[in-house]
């Protein structure tokens, strides 16, 4: 019977494991700029790109309250230019570059490659309505990071979502505890409106760890309860 219930418990907690993971498959084009996330239409940035013509795309479908993201399966090229194709980025980007406005629509800064793949997480308010956080420097921090934890507003490297380029193991992104949506994007300088191509990606929201075995833990002390209670009937 012990043993049954340790294989039951392992069941649910696999069963648990499942329902509470989700991936959403999503299409970033080149044009998306990260400084437009969130802003209404006719908003502006980044020397000539306007929302929504060249705003980042908004990932519906996913729960961030789950803790963490891993992006995957990450495909597709893009050009800051309008090369692409034939002459397509590859998900990590190639050399460094800032955001040349800096700050702007209270989004912070970065330093990434330009054309990776980027993210921002947001909460439900508008970004201009607060100042913005700090800037990123993935030239000093590396992009094969094992995690990170971008705060709201803070613009973040994504790449190819590996810690190694091509076969590496999946990087993982913590949420920040009040973000209600996370917008993707590319990354260049200024001037998005004359970029080229996409990436594709699929966002997996995958549960924390801790939260799943105080809930197994739950399971666990319901069973061991039902057992006792059996034994003396």
């Known amino acids: 019977m012990k043993n049954w219930n340790l294989t039951l418990v392992f069941a649910i907690f696999i ?11 999503v299409t ?5 700029d990260m400084w437009l996330a969130g802003m209404p239409d006719g908003s502006t940035a980044s020397a000539g790109d ?3 013509a060249h705003s980042p795309v908004l990932v519906s479908g996913i729960d961030l309250s789950t ?16 090369s692409c194709p034939p002459s397509c980025s590859i998900p990590d980007g190639s050399s460094f570059f800032n955001h040349s406005p800096g700050a702007l629509n209270g989004i912070s800064d970065v330093r990434a ?4 793949l980027m993210g921002v997480f947001l909460d439900d308010s508008q970004p201009d309505s607060s100042a913005a956080p700090g800037t990123l420097n ?20 994504i790449g190819d979502g590996l810690t190694g380029t091509g076969d590496g193991e999946l990087q993982e992104f913590l949420i920040p505890t009040s973000a209600t949506r996370l917008y993707l994007g590319t990354m260049d300088g200024f001037g998005w409106f004359n970029n080229s191509g996409a ?3 699929d966002v997996r929201t995958v ?15 319901l069973a061991g309860f039902k057992k006792i209670k059996t034994n003396h009937q």
């Open 15 to 25: 069963f648990s494991t499942t329902i509470n993971a989700a991936i959403v498959s």
């Open 28 to 32: 970033i084009p080149g044009t998306s």
């Open 50 to 52: 306007s929302a929504p």
């Open 67 to 82: 803790g963490l993201l891993n992006f995957e399966n990450i495909t597709g090229g893009v050009s800051n230019t309008t």
């Open 113 to 116: 490659p330009v054309n990776a």
């Open 138 to 157: 993935f030239q000093t921090l590396g992009i094969d990071f094992t995690s990170i934890s971008p705060e709201l507003k803070q613009v973040f490297f």
């Open 199 to 201: 990436y594709n990606v």
């Open 207 to 221: 549960p924390v760890p801790a939260a799943i075995w105080l809930f197994v833990s739950g399971l666990i002390g």
